[in-house]
């Protein structure tokens, strides 16, 4: 069964570094996501990105996020200049179609520890 | 804004018990309504969905009903196992939304033998 797969699945990283996320959505999806749950707290939605641009994205998604599809199958998001707050999982997720009626396919999340 | 306002947890049943999660919203508009799943070291999985009101989602031994009177959505299954120990997750997305789901603070549900 296609699933949504993602790397690292943990990362430590200093305050005030960079860092990726990496996803590999399904493979004939179009529409992409991410979202991030910080421990304890609920998932957020963080960014929507369908036709190679951001459809929508929430105000945690400030200028320090990005995220690129820079080949055929992989889907990025790079967090800059990095703070203790963005200590959470980070799950990326596709859906085949539009998705407000669809089903939205998850990873298994990567953590991020920012010490 | 939208919300999903679920009931808190840890859910402590033993096997075979009846289960009820607790879920209501808000919303504008007419919103799809879902349950995930989030097993123990995995991503959240679709459990079941309704898209309009006094749907029926269904799934596993799961049931949800869209109740738009009540802004409802509650989670039942009438025999639970074991393996049904997970976090449980309700959820809308808005019509006008591009997956932009709003997500309840999750319920853990402990089954024990």
């Known amino acids: 069964e296609p699933e949504v797969t993602q790397t690292p699945s943990h990362q430590v990283t200093q305050m005030g570094q960079e860092v990726i996320l990496r996803c590999v959505p399904i493979?004939?999806?179009?529409?992409f996501y991410w979202y991030r749950q910080i421990l304890g707290q609920k998932v957020e939605f963080l960014v929507s990105?369908?036709?190679?641009?951001?459809?929508?994205k929430s105000e945690i998604f400030d200028d320090r996020f990005s995220v690129e599809r820079p080949d055929g199958s992989n889907f990025t998001l790079k967090i800059r200049s990095t703070k203790l707050e963005d200590s959470a999982m980070y799950f990326c997720?596709?859906?085949?179609?539009?998705?407000?009626?669809?089903?939205?396919?998850f990873g298994e999340g990567s953590r991020l520890t920012v010490l | 804004g939208n919300s999903v306002t679920q009931m808190e947890g840890p859910v402590t049943l033993s096997e075979e018990a009846f289960l009820t999660i607790n879920c209501t919203y808000t919303?504008?508009?007419?919103?799809?309504l879902f349950w995930y799943v989030q097993y123990p070291g995995e991503g959240l999985q679709l459990l079941l969905k309704?898209?309009?009101?006094?749907d029926k989602g269904s799934n596993k031994g799961f049931e949800a009903t869209y109740r738009k009177e009540t802004t409802s959505f509650h989670l039942e299954k009438g025999s639970v196992q074991v393996s049904d120990s997970a976090v449980y997750f309700c959820?809308?997305?808005?019509?006008?939304?591009?997956?932009?789901?709003?997500f309840g603070a999750g319920t853990q549900v402990v089954v024990t033998p």
């Open positions: 493979s004939n999806h179009l529409y």
């Open positions: 990105f369908y036709n190679n641009e951001i459809s929508e």
């Open positions: 309704a898209t309009k009101a006094d």
């Open positions: 959820a809308l997305s808005d019509t006008d939304s591009w997956g932009k789901f709003q």
């Open positions: 997720a596709s859906s085949g179609r539009q998705p407000n009626t669809g089903e939205l396919f």
């Open positions: 919303a504008t508009g007419y919103p799809s």
